[in-house]
C-alpha cells in the first residue's frame, strides 16, 4: 500500500483545528488578556527541542505551560507549522514576521527561522528594487551581490527572486564566470516554470518566451 502524504497531512491540519485528545495547555499572552491554547505533547516534543525540554510534569493529565510573550496569533501560527508543516507568509504584515522569526527561534525551529530569514530577504529585495527612490540600497545591495555573489546564488533563495530583480543582477559585472551565471540562470527559469524541461537543449520557442 502506498502512502498518501496529502492525506497524513490533512489527518495532522484535522487534529490541529479540533484539539482531539489534547495533553497541554498553554495560557498565552498577560493579564487579563490570557488565552488558552490547546496542542499534543507527541506534536510539540517531535518538533521541537524547546518544548522537550520544557513539557516535564503533567498535572491532572495535562500539561500546562505559560507563555507571556507571544501573543496567541503568532502561537497559533507556529502550531500550525508543527502539525502540518505549512506558513503563509505573503499575507502577514512586516510586525508580524518579525514576532514570527522571533517566535520561531525560541523555540529552536531552524527550518521555521531559515524559511523566515529568507522570505524576508526577498521580500526586501523586490520592495527595494521596485522603488526608485531607494537607489542607494539598490547600488549598495548589488556591490555586495557583485563583489560576493556566493551569498545570494549560494542558496536557493535567488530562485524566488522576480524577474526584474534577475535582470537587473544579470546587468551587473559579477564576478562568476559565465558558465556559472548560466547555469545559475537556468535554476531560476526551471523554478519559475517546474512544467518546463530542465535541459535548456530541448526548450521550444514558447519555453523561452
Given at each position: 500500500?502506498?502512502?498518501?502524504?496529502?492525506?497524513?497531512?490533512?489527518?495532522?491540519?484535522?487534529?490541529?483545528?479540533?484539539?482531539?485528545?489534547?495533553?497541554?495547555?498553554?495560557q498565552?499572552?498577560?493579564?487579563?488578556?490570557?488565552?488558552?491554547?490547546?496542542?499534543h505533547?507527541?506534536?510539540?516534543?517531535?518538533?521541537?527541542?524547546?518544548?522537550?525540554?520544557?513539557?516535564?510534569?503533567?498535572?491532572?493529565?495535562?500539561?500546562?505551560?505559560?507563555?507571556?510573550?507571544?501573543?496567541?496569533k503568532?502561537?497559533?501560527?507556529?502550531?500550525?507549522?508543527?502539525?502540518?508543516?505549512?506558513?503563509?507568509l505573503?499575507?502577514?504584515?512586516?510586525?508580524?514576521?518579525?514576532?514570527?522569526l522571533?517566535?520561531?527561534?525560541?523555540?529552536?525551529?531552524?527550518?521555521?527561522?531559515?524559511?523566515?530569514?529568507?522570505?524576508?530577504?526577498?521580500?526586501?529585495?523586490?520592495?527595494?528594487?521596485?522603488?526608485?527612490?531607494?537607489?542607494p540600497?539598490q547600488?549598495?545591495?548589488?556591490?555586495?551581490?557583485?563583489?560576493?555573489?556566493?551569498?545570494?546564488?549560494?542558496?536557493?533563495?535567488?530562485?524566488?527572486?522576480?524577474s526584474?530583480?534577475?535582470?537587473?543582477?544579470l546587468?551587473?559585472?559579477?564576478?562568476?564566470?559565465?558558465?556559472?551565471?548560466?547555469?545559475?540562470?537556468?535554476?531560476?527559469?526551471?523554478?519559475?516554470?517546474?512544467?518546463?524541461?530542465?535541459?535548456?537543449?530541448?526548450?521550444?520557442?514558447?519555453?523561452?518566451?
Amino acid at each position: 500500500m502506498g502512502c498518501n502524504l496529502t492525506e497524513l497531512t490533512k489527518n495532522y491540519e484535522q487534529l490541529f483545528k479540533s484539539k482531539e485528545n489534547y495533553d497541554v495547555i498553554i495560557q498565552v499572552g498577560e493579564e487579563p488578556n490570557v488565552q488558552e491554547i490547546y496542542a499534543h505533547s507527541i506534536i510539540l516534543c517531535r518538533q521541537s527541542n524547546y518544548f522537550r525540554s520544557n513539557l516535564k510534569e503533567k498535572k491532572d493529565g495535562k500539561f500546562i505551560f505559560n507563555i507571556s510573550n507571544i501573543s496567541p496569533k503568532i502561537l497559533e501560527n507556529i502550531f500550525r507549522f508543527l502539525y502540518c508543516g505549512k506558513i503563509d507568509l505573503s499575507v502577514e504584515s512586516l510586525d508580524i514576521l518579525t514576532l514570527l522569526l522571533t517566535a520561531a527561534n525560541e523555540f529552536e525551529l531552524e527550518s521555521l527561522v531559515k524559511h523566515i530569514q529568507e522570505f524576508l530577504i526577498i521580500k526586501f529585495l523586490d520592495n527595494t528594487f521596485n522603488c526608485e527612490n531607494f537607489e542607494p540600497i539598490q547600488n549598495y545591495c548589488l556591490q555586495i551581490i557583485c563583489e560576493t555573489p556566493e551569498l545570494l546564488f549560494g542558496k536557493n533563495t535567488f530562485l524566488r527572486l522576480s524577474s526584474q530583480m534577475i535582470e537587473l543582477i544579470l546587468k551587473e559585472k559579477i564576478k562568476l564566470d559565465e558558465s556559472e551565471i548560466w547555469s545559475n540562470f537556468i535554476r531560476w527559469s526551471c523554478a519559475q516554470n517546474p512544467n518546463v524541461n530542465q535541459d535548456p537543449e530541448k526548450w521550444t520557442n514558447d519555453d523561452i518566451e
